[in-house]
Every structure is written in C-alpha cells, then in structure tokens.
C-alpha cells in the first residue's frame, strides 16, 4: 500500500487536511502525518498545508532539521506525487513579498505577491467560495465539473514565472492562480479540506495521480 505523508512542520490545519486525506484515501492509500525526514524521503506521495504568513512559514520548513532536504529527495530525485495546498502552495515559489522578502523553493518560478483589489466590497482577507477557471484537461482537474466552487481563505497569491504552470484561475478584484502543476509538482491556493465534495473529489485525485 502506497503512503502519502501530510508534513508537519508546525503550521497549517493538520487535524482537518488528515481527515479529508483519509476519508479520499479510503484503504488504498496509507495517510501518515510526520515530520521525519527519513519517512518523507521514502514517501509516496507529499502534501505540505500552511496557514499564515509566508515568511513564518518558510522559517518554520527550515528550522525543521533535513526536512527540506528530505522533501526535495522525494520530490526532485524520486519524482514523488507533491501538493501545496495555501500557503504551502505559495512555498513553491521563487521568493514571497510578505513582510518583505523571503526566499521560497523556487520548485515554481515565481513570487507571491499580495491580491490587488479596487472594489470596496470585495474584502482582503478573501474569504469563501470562487469558482476555478480551468486552463485546459489535467489529472487534479479532470474530475471536476465545470465551474466547481472552492473555498479560499487567502491576502496573498502566487503569481508564476510562466503562464503554463497555471492550470487553473480564479477571481478575486484580479485574476490569480487557483491551481499551479508542473511534472509531478502541483500547488492549490483554496483548502480542498473545507472544499466539501469538490476538494475531496481533488485529493482523491491526487491520490490517483501518476505524473
């Protein structure tokens, strides 16, 4: 049985981002939540969640001793099934502007850049349901119907290098990226987790995934 392992390095809503694996994985698929290098090196799969600011997040990733290390053997050396959901999608990048700058892990170029938003009634944080905007057929998506609703919860967005890497947008006062994928690297900017049937259908694809 393969294992997807949810990297705990003390940010993001464990608790629920494990369940919602669990209940996708149903008994094909082992969820393990860790924090050991060893174990995510040796991963089948990798999901790292993140809630906060950018740059805290980061230094949490880095003061976890070998965990960047282990990641990067799993992901770039083995070629293992990776997901960034939130702030752990904005990690992919390049570097973060939040509070300055911060170095990201440049798996997808780019930088996270805070949402531009002209309307008064549209807040920051944005907060609740946008529809995705897909750019074309892709194994995270193709599971999906139409114009599927997501919930995002979010002041900033990663903005990638190159428009291919976008597989999906969506709209908040200006369009941004939803759904990043590159090989077998692939980042959400909405929690799946508190996504009911539509982020499910979306992990359990993940879960599938062959890239």
């Given amino acids: 049985m393969q294992t997807a392992v949810l990297i705990d390095y ?11 694996l669990m209940h996708a994985a149903g008994d094909t698929v082992r969820v393990v939540v860790s924090a050991d290098p060893e174990t995510i090196a040796t991963a ?19 003061g976890c001793d070998g965990l960047i290390e282990a990641m990067t053997t ?20 390049t570097r973060g502007l939040e509070f300055g700058e911060t170095a990201g892990l440049d798996w997808i ?3 996270v850049r805070r949402l531009e938003v002209d309307d ?13 905007e ?12 139409h114009g599927a ?4 919860t979010h002041s900033f967005a990663l903005r990638p290098s190159d428009v291919a890497d976008v597989r999906a947008w969506t709209t908040h006062g200006e369009r941004f990226a939803a759904v990043v994928a590159r090989d077998n690297i692939a980042g959400v900017q909405f929690h799946p987790e508190k996504s009911q049937s539509h982020g499910l259908q979306l992990l359990g694809d993940f879960l599938e995934w062959r890239p």
């Fill in 109 to 111: 170029g780019g930088e």
């Fill in 134 to 145: 897909p750019t074309g057929p892709h194994p995270l998506l193709d599971g999906q119907v």
């Fill in 10 to 20: 003390g940010s993001g809503n464990l608790r629920s981002a494990e369940k919602a």
């Fill in 120 to 132: 008064p009634h549209l807040k920051i944080p944005h907060m609740g349901w946008n529809a995705l």
């Fill in 149 to 152: 609703h997501m919930y995002f």
């Fill in 44 to 62: 089948d799969r990798l999901v790292l969640p993140g809630v906060g600011a950018f740059g805290s997040c980061m230094g949490l990733l880095k």
């Fill in 74 to 93: 799993a992901v770039r050396g083995r070629g293992v099934p990776f997901l960034g959901v939130c702030v752990g999608m904005q990690l992919l990048a």
